[in-house]
């Protein structure tokens, strides 16, 4: 069964990070978990600042106290409703990435919450937001919360409707095993998911020797197939239904979130090539970046 203990949630206390708090509170309850609360700052060092000008006189710049950033993390619990948890504060100077990343696996985290886009709106486009980095290199499970999503104050987790994208991978069975049980444990459905990523219809010429009309029909049916025995196997104690489309991935696997209403996507961090998330641009990645719900990523070989 999944039982998430140790939460750890970063955020920079914009307002973009206030949806992954909300959603680590309430999985902090659901769980009877601990919960550490972290910020990340630059430094909190005075920094030398010269004006440019030739024997002009250096002036220092203080940064924000560390009393009055874990103050301002506190206050931005009680306002996401954790007031009543004994959560652990932490504000810590040095890189986001691999501070988060350390601190997960120091403390150690078996699940991460945070937001998919902070203050650095303008790096996350040229050189991958934070959260992308930490989808890289933690050590266990990440949901990532997109900012536009709508979270509430809850008094509970509800993930009714949850997508499981399946490309038979080790990650990907891994995340359907979360997945059917975060449903059961919360009364949900899943909807798994498999796309065929083929030939549109504008693109298909059959020739006399092979038709590839009649292939993209078998792979198709193959898949059908191999979810249903997998499901069969899996023997879930909640509702399933099984999918499958033919496009780009990530496109479908969005548009199917969108059509089902899915309240979390549930998906491996690594394909069947094995590399991944270490290349730019994977699936999982594209998938974090366009989802309109929290995206619950899991790698191989995690205990389930």
């Given amino acids: 069964m999944v039982k998430f203990t140790r939460v750890l949630c970063p955020i920079d206390l914009s307002e973009s990070s206030a949806g992954a708090l909300v959603c680590a509170i309430a999985l902090t309850r659901w769980y009877k ?15 030398q600042v010269r004006s440019g000008q030739l024997g002009d006189p250096v002036s220092f710049v203080r940064p ?20 009543a948890l004994e959560a652990t504060l932490l504000a810590e100077a040095g890189d986001p990435v691999a501070t988060i990343v350390d ?51 809850p008094a509970d987790v509800a993930f009714r409707r949850i997508l499981c994208p399946m490309d038979f991978s080790p990650s990907a069975l891994q995340a359907l095993g979360f997945a059917l049980d975060l449903a059961q444990q919360g009364r949900g459905a899943v909807t798994v998911l498999h796309v065929v990523e083929w030939l549109s ?18 792979l198709v049916e193959s898949a059908q197939q191999r979810l249903r025995t997998l499901i069969a196997e899996a ?43 270490a290349l730019f641009g994977s699936t999982t990645q594209q998938v974090v970046r366009a989802a309109e719900c929290p995206v619950l990523t899991v790698r191989g070989g995690l205990p389930g």
Avoid: W
Wanted: one cysteine or more.
């Fill in 33 to 47: 978990a601990r919960l550490t609360l972290l910020t990340v700052v630059p430094t909190f060092d005075a920094v």
């Fill in 64 to 83: 924000v106290p560390r009393d009055e950033v874990l103050d301002a993390l506190r206050q931005a619990l009680d306002a996401a409703g954790g007031a």
């Fill in 103 to 153: 601190q997960a696996v120091g403390i150690p985290a078996d699940l991460i919450v945070m937001g998919t886009h902070g203050r650095r709106g303008f790096d996350r486009l040229l050189l991958g937001s934070v959260a992308e980095k930490v989808l890289r290199k933690a050590p266990c499970p990440i949901l990532t919360v997109p900012p536009h999503a709508s979270v509430a104050v």
């Fill in 201 to 218: 219809e504008e693109q298909l010429r059959p020739t006399p020797q092979f038709s590839v009309v009649e292939y993209r029909e078998h």
């Fill in 235 to 277: 023997k879930p104690g909640c509702a399933t239904e099984t999918l499958v489309v033919v496009g780009r991935a990530h496109r479908e696997i969005a548009q199917a979130a969108v059509a089902n209403q899915a309240d979390l996507i549930v998906m491996g961090a690594q394909g069947r090539g094995g590399i991944g998330l």
